[in-house]
């Protein structure tokens, strides 16, 4: 399969919709209202930057309102338009059904490099871009909730929530109106690292179905697997991180823009980070190769590839070179409708984006409810389960005539805290949503888990909108 130019993202979404669309009994007006972009919003505003006045494109884009409110990332990305959000913003509608997250899909999006300004610089441009979504209602707890996505984090979430809450000083709920925000301004511990995090959880849960381990020709569990990265930066380095230290993985390769490292013994995540931090790149980062091509991450040889960064990395020009029989798509679209087609062809097994990385919203979604309850979970009944487990414990010891060991002891008396609830509740979602799919995968006979993530994501919008009806 050949490629004239690079697919939309929009155009992708389309492909695996149609698709998916096979697989359900669902009527063809109500699948195309479901596939259309509801609202869309697209802005110039201007920003006086270092003396002159700087023209900003950005945009909004609220794919589907059977749930609200909608939800997605805002994105600082260079070459970003109303095609690429609504695509992002169309994924998202399906990702939060299979996650079964009660929102509608969004993205949001400004036209920018944010290495080329200056904090302060980013800041005002950031605001501005929040005022214009206040003014059209493109954002608020009940509308349109934003969070992080390539470019941005939880300094301009905070910047976002801040800019909400003096145009809004009367409404009480009105920190839940972006996500991903620092711990101290009312975000929720275990956010940054969530998407990271939830493509961890979905790679363990993968390795739990031994019938799809068997397709691609690995064994055992995650403990010891070669993976590639390619991004290190909010999803990639977490990832990286998390799987090096809790799964005993091999990171065997990194990228991020400007090249990629290569150690087949493997890299010490820790130490990359230490050693961007100081030289300002991954590059040269010693006892590993460095390849000056980015897209060379993608072609290493291991066990799983993790794609981490942007858009359409994987094509019809390089998908058959890849070596990895598993990869697991940490950003959003990184495969496009041609490549996907190669490497399936080969027998490769791809979790698909629209599951891989909803731990991001996910975690969003605890961080909403926090907001609106005005309280930290796991507050309220920490001490009366540190009570009961300690009864309990003395209860056994009683019993046996013997001590339970101190690290024992110690875990349970510890308590449940708000990190550990939330990593609990995001391994519970992405266990039961690959569950869900795989089931999916075997009773339709789709021919892959995208398809099947697809089906499964399409079908709750579709009872969603039957239930519903039209309104007048
Ligand atoms: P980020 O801005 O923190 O990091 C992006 C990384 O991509 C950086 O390491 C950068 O160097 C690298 N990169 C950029 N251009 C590249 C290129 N040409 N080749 C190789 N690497 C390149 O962004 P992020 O938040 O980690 O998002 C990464 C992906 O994950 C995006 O597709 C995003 O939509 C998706 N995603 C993010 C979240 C989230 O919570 N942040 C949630 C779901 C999905």
């Not at 441009?125 to 992080?148: C, M, S």
């Not at 990194?254 to 150690?263: C, F, H, P, S």
């Not at 300002?280 to 072609?299: V, W």
């Not at 990184?334 to 629209?354: E, F, M, N, Y």
């Amino acid at each position: 399969m050949t490629e004239t130019r690079t697919p939309s993202m929009l155009q992708v979404f389309n492909d695996n919709f149609d698709r998916a669309a096979r697989y359900l009994k669902a009527p063809a007006d109500l699948l195309e209202y479901i596939r259309a972009c509801h609202s869309m919003y697209s802005i110039k505003f201007p920003v006086r930057i270092r003396g002159e006045v700087k023209i900003f494109h950005a945009y909004r884009a609220e794919h589907s309102h059977h749930r609200t409110p909608t939800k997605g990332g805002i994105r600082f990305a260079p070459d970003v338009d109303l095609d690429e959000v609504a695509g992002l913003a169309a994924l998202m509608t399906l990702k939060c059904a299979i996650v079964n997250v009660p929102f509608g899909g969004a993205k949001g999006a400004i036209a920018l490099d944010p290495r080329a300004y200056e904090v302060e610089e980013l800041e005002r441009i950031t605001r501005r871009y929040t005022t214009e979504l206040v003014r059209k209602n493109f954002i608020g707890p009940a509308v349109d909730v934003p969070a992080p996505d390539m470019g941005t984090g939880e300094r301009e979430m905070a910047w976002m929530a801040d800019t909400y809450i003096m145009l809004n000083p009367s409404e009480l709920n009105s920190l839940a109106c972006v996500t991903g925000k620092p711990v101290g301004q009312g975000g929720i511990r275990g956010r940054t690292e969530a998407t990271g995090r939830g493509v961890q959880y979905a790679l363990r849960e993968f390795f739990r179905h031994p019938e799809l381990v068997k397709t691609t020709g690995l064994q055992g569990d995650l403990t010891g697997k070669r993976i590639a990265v390619q991004g290190f930066g909010n999803v990639g380095s977490h990832f990286a991180r998390l799987v090096q230290a809790e799964d005993g993985v091999v990171i065997v390769g990194l990228a991020e823009r400007d090249g990629t490292i290569y150690a087949p013994k493997g890299l010490d995540v820790q130490a990359v980070l230490q050693w961007r931090d100081t030289t300002g790149s991954i590059k040269h980062f010693p006892d590993a190769t460095t390849l000056n091509d980015a897209k060379a991450c993608l072609e290493l040889d291991c066990d799983i590839l993790v794609p981490a960064a942007l858009q359409n990395q994987i094509t019809a020009e390089n998908a058959g070179r890849i070596k990895a029989p598993l990869v697991a798509e940490a950003a959003n679209g990184p495969t496009t409708s041609a490549g996907d087609a190669i490497l399936r062809a080969q027998g490769k097994v791809i979790i698909p984006d629209i599951y891989a990385n909803a731990g991001g919203v996910t975690v969003s979604y605890f961080e909403w409810v926090k907001n609106l309850s005005h309280m930290r979970f796991g507050l309220m009944e920490k001490r009366i389960g540190i009570r009961t487990q300690r009864q309990m414990m003395s209860g056994i010891e009683a019993v046996t005539d013997q001590a339970f060991p101190a690290p024992i002891r110690e875990e349970i008396l510890h308590g449940i805290d708000e990190i550990e609830l939330v990593k609990s509740g995001l391994e519970e979602s992405m266990v039961e949503s690959f569950q869900e799919i795989v089931e999916i995968m075997h009773e339709k006979q789709t021919p892959d888990l995208r398809t099947a993530a697809f089906v499964c994501g399409l079908h709750k919008v579709v009872v969603a909108y039957q239930a519903l009806g039209i309104w007048p």
